[in-house]
Nanobody, 118 residues
């Protein structure tokens, strides 16, 4: 059974930082691309960042480029999202997801809430 468990969310003031973690189990982690998505209140879920199986290739939404960094530790079966210079508009539930084939994220975590106040 595949499980993705996010942690590290919380409340922070604008300009602050948080690091999210997503621990995976029940899958051969190193074979999966991993991603972070978010859903703000009243909005659709949107892509935030992704990293390939080795960590050597990453991609980001324009809204977070230069502020967020995705990384992974295959030995720990964990993917991270370092979020700096947070803005109120970053407030959302953040989800991690696993993509086995490079085209579609099939497994999802339960989400962790990030609240950024002015």
């Amino acid at each position: 059974q595949v499980q993705l468990v996010e942690s590290g969310g919380g409340s922070v003031q604008a300009g602050g930082s948080l690091r999210l973690s997503c621990a995976a189990s029940g899958l051969t982690f190193r074979r999966y691309a991993m991603g972070w998505f978010r859903q703000a209140p009243g909005k659709e879920r949107e892509f935030v960042a992704a990293v390939n199986w080795s960590g050597g290739s990453t991609s980001y939404a324009d809204s977070v480029k230069g502020r967020f960094t995705i990384s992974r530790d295959n030995a720990k079966k964990t993917v991270y999202l370092q979020m700096n210079s947070l803005k109120a508009e970053d407030t959302a539930v953040y989800y991690c997801a696993a993509d086995p084939g490079g085209s579609q994220f099939e497994y999802w975590g339960q989400g962790t809430l990030v609240t950024v106040s002015e």
